[in-house]
């Protein structure tokens, strides 16, 4: 994952390579993990752990804000052919079993 700890005039702190992210918010702490859904979290006064496989734990005081954590896709060509395959097959089987079901 990539973080970017911003203040309202300037980054302080970017950061790649994150394999974790725990932050405090009203309801309690707030974890992050590679591959999750994206997600929005109001943060409350506290500290934000983040961690790399190279440094470590980091630990950054924060008062308040908002932590957004965003996924991409970003699908090669021939991932995107064996997903179009499966659609097809899927959408056929289902045809099938409806035609099966009402004949």
Request: charged share 25%; hydrophobic share 45%; net charge negative.
């Amino acid at each position: 994952m990539n973080l970017k700890v911003l203040l309202p005039f300037q980054i302080f702190a970017e950061q790649s390579g994150v394999s974790r992210i725990v932050a405090e918010t009203r309801a309690g702490s707030f974890g992050l993990l590679p591959h999750r859904l994206d997600c929005v979290a109001a943060l409350s006064p506290g500290i934000l752990i983040y961690q790399t496989a190279e440094g470590g734990e980091v630990y950054v005081a924060v008062d308040e804000g908002v932590l957004v954590e965003q996924e991409f896709l970003t699908l090669d060509e021939e991932e995107r052919n064996v997903r179009s395959v499966m659609d097809k097959l899927e959408t056929g089987l289902l045809r099938r079993l409806a035609a099966y079901q009402h004949g």
